[in-house]
């Protein structure tokens, strides 16, 4: 016993001494830090020097509606260049070591392979000469801006005429016997304007004038667009760059979106800087006003002159949810500008990730088989401007199923292939599917039955006849049926929607006159905006009061010919889908969309989710709306449309328009259709430029219905007879 307690008496005394030892080298550390070196501690803390700078928050991802990525960020080191970095060399003027710095610059590039940004209209190699007519618009307008900036030319350049000519003043300078500004002229001045090198070659001298010219444009306000000398360069670049010591070049790294589909160009949009200072003002518009009110900002979105922001399409339409909050990071640096120290004083809030209502595999396949059509077209007759576009929405709120539009282009390929794009024939920038607009023709003979039955000015069981003529009481006017010489004789409604009578339907649209026929379109939402999140077009409805905008008299003939979808009226293919998709419903508008949902980044919670909106009430019966429907799977299972509807995997109601332009041109081709026929789920709208009748549409809805439902539970039910399963 007394044994132990001596071994614990030594241990305890041990552990005392360790920790009196640890007490002392303690103190000793402080004694040394803030005693014997405290003026060497001090004078280090001092010279650091603690900076604030923003940190950009990652923009909002897209998904489809299965969460499939279509749209993200990705990180790419980018070059910019900086004339203020470049030190002066004694004894040489300024121009010549500016000038210097950027060939340097460009020979490692081009001995990389490294393409850069340069505008300048004119040609990189001798023989040097004007690429105006190709250049583009908006490259053009800048040229044209530079010039008359600098007084060399006051010239308006176009694509027909787009080569520069002399100012009097600056032909006079010259002693010029001619006024045409050529490219060997230009790059005279230019060298001159810039201080280039007189040594350099040439080709030397472009080149560098090519970078110079980029950043005049900037500094002299003719472009706000920020100057990125080369983006998504190499690792290995950065490399040499950082090692060479290349004056005046500014690497860094940059967040750009990510397309992960070459589909729904059009839809998804593109993002880019601030055209312009007014633009920048629009978008803080809401965060002017609430600080000018004296308002908490928290919550509002602020642009930096710098900023990217949604330039079209959903990126766009839904900026405030994709548009992420800016956080702050306090640096600390030493003497030597070494990092010491990083804290987060605003942490950044990444943007929401947006879902839409489209299957993207769904909106390739809507896209493959419009592409498909029209090439064939083009193909048979040489017209390469030819366009075209198809919308599905879902029946039961209006969500956009799919919304194609032809001629498109690889959503990634904007930028880089910009011009490309921009000048191929059919203008793939444009979205067809909501910003063109179209004579529906027999597409709207619907409307007018409805309209027809709802206000009792002709039963179901009325049959009128058609003589092949119809003429308008009093008048010799007359239109023709598509069988004249021959005639549908005496048929009632659903007949007359089956086979698309004109003389039915003009007489419909006599009884109803124009007012109530425009009563019931416009609440059908045509003419109308549909509440799509994207631009676009309200189109026409036809009647008195588009014609006294157009300072034109309406006459009873023009009612019935609107009847038959002709007279004025113009429509998109959005319009056409949302009018059968309100139709089939019983009569209620919704309100078109694309969103479906959006949540936090981390997926933590749901931010948004679009709840259907009514915009208008169409009241329509079950007797005629079973009537309508019948007419419309009549022409699809056993009339002049069966033999397209024959491979179909479920049963459809459709509508053919053919839509006149004028007498000298093919017609636009119009077509309506919904699926299936016992409980639609699906309504689509087809429009082909100079695609002649609707028929010809037929294969191409058909292809679509069977993208959309071949992996649905169908029922065999459903399969035509002697149809293989798919």
């Not at 016997?177 to 060298?191: C, N, Q």
């Not at 619907?446 to 002709?458: F, I, K, R, S, Y």
């Not at 009481?473 to 009632?492: F, I």
């Not at 005629?624 to 419309?632: D, N, R």
């Amino acid at each position: 016993m007394e044994e132990e307690e001596k071994r614990l008496h030594r241990r305890s005394g041990f552990l005392l001494g360790l920790f009196a030892l640890c007490l002392l080298f303690f103190v000793f550390i402080l004694y040394d830090a803030q005693v014997v070196h405290r003026e060497d501690y001090y004078a280090k803390s001092a010279s650091q020097v603690t900076t604030t700078e923003d940190v950009e928050a990652s923009r909002g991802i897209i998904t489809d509606t299965n969460g499939k990525v279509l749209v993200s960020n990705k990180e790419i080191y980018t070059i910019t260049i900086d004339l203020s970095l470049i030190p002066d060399v004694e004894g040489q003027e300024r121009g010549v070591t500016v000038s210097r710095a950027i060939l340097r610059l460009l020979e490692l590039c081009e001995d990389q392979g490294v393409a850069w940004t340069d505008t300048l209209p004119v040609t990189a190699t001798e023989p040097f000469v004007y690429t105006t007519a190709s250049a583009g618009s908006t490259n053009r307008t800048r040229f044209e801006n530079y010039l008359k900036e600098r007084g060399w030319s006051e010239k308006v350049l176009t694509a027909s005429d787009p080569y520069p000519r002399m100012t009097d003043a600056l032909r006079r300078e010259l002693g010029a016997g001619s006024d045409v500004l050529t490219p060997a002229v230009l790059l005279d001045l230019m060298r001159e304007d810039f201080g280039i090198d007189p040594q350099f070659t040439d080709r030397e001298a472009r080149l560098v004038a090519g970078v110079l010219y980029e950043l005049r444009l900037r500094s002299a306000g003719i472009t706000y667009l920020p100057y990125t000398f080369a983006e998504d360069v190499s690792v290995e670049l950065i490399s040499r760059i950082n090692d060479g010591g290349f004056d005046g070049v500014v690497v860094s790294s940059q967040s750009v979106r990510q397309y992960n589909t070459s589909y729904a160009a059009q839809l998804l949009g593109q993002v880019g800087a601030f055209s312009s200072p007014e633009e920048r003002s629009s978008f803080n518009a809401a965060y002017t006003a609430a600080k000018e009110a004296g308002e908490d900002t928290t919550g509002i979105h602020y642009y930096a002159a710098d900023d990217t922001v949604g330039k079209s399409g959903v990126e766009l339409a839904f900026e405030s949810y994709l548009k992420g909050f800016d956080g702050e990071r306090l640096i600390t640096t030493n003497e030597e500008g070494k990092i010491t120290g990083e804290l987060y004083s605003v942490e950044p809030q990444p943007g929401g990730t947006v879902a839409l209502t489209i299957d993207i595999d769904f909106q390739a396949a809507v896209e493959e088989a419009l592409a498909k059509t029209v090439a064939a077209m083009n193909e048979e007759d040489g017209d390469t401007t030819r366009g075209g576009a198809a919308v599905v929405l879902s029946v039961e709120d209006s969500s956009v199923l799919a919304l194609a539009s032809y001629p498109t282009y690889d959503p990634a390929a904007y930028y880089s292939d910009y011009n490309t794009i921009a000048s191929a024939d059919g203008d793939p920038l444009r979205n067809r599917a909501t910003t063109g607009t179209y004579a529906p023709g027999s597409t709207f003979k619907p409307c007018t039955a409805v309209a027809a039955l709802e206000t009792g000015v002709v039963s179901l069981t009325e049959k009128v006849n058609c003589p092949g003529l119809w003429y308008y009481p009093g008048t010799r006017e007359y239109t023709k049926c598509a069988v004249y010489p021959g005639s549908h004789g005496k048929l009632n409604l659903t007949r007359a929607l089956e086979v698309s009578c004109n003389c039915f339907f003009c007489e419909m649209g006599y009884r109803l006159g124009i007012d109530t026929l425009s009563e019931y379109a416009a609440a059908f939402g045509l003419g109308q905006n549909t509440g799509i999140e994207l631009g676009e077009a309200t189109g026409i409805l036809a009647g008195p009061e588009h014609s006294a905008e157009v300072n034109q008299i309406w006459y009873g003939g023009n009612t019935v010919q609107a009847a038959i979808g002709q007279s004025d009226h113009l429509f998109t293919p959005l319009q056409l889908a949302g009018y059968i998709a309100t139709l089939l419903r019983g009569g209620t508008r919704y309100d078109a969309h694309l969103l479906k949902s959006v949540t936090a980044y981390d997926g933590s919670a749901i931010l948004h989710e679009h709840q259907p909106e009514a915009l208008s009430q169409v009241e329509i019966s079950a007797s005629t709306l079973s009537a309508i429907k019948e007419g419309m799977y009549n022409l699809a299972s056993t009339g002049s449309l069966a033999r397209y509807f024959q491979n179909c995997v479920v049963s459809a109601g459709a509508k053919t328009g053919t839509a006149q332009i004028n007498a000298d041109t093919t017609n636009n081709g119009v077509f309506v259709c919904f699926a299936p026929y016992e409980d639609p789920e699906v309504a689509l709208a087809i429009v082909i430029e100079r695609g002649g009748s609707g028929s010809a549409l037929a294969s191409t809805a058909v292809e679509i219905l069977n993208a959309y439902f071949a992996d649905s539970d169908i029922g065999t039910a459903l399969i035509p007879e002697g149809s293989l399963l798919p």
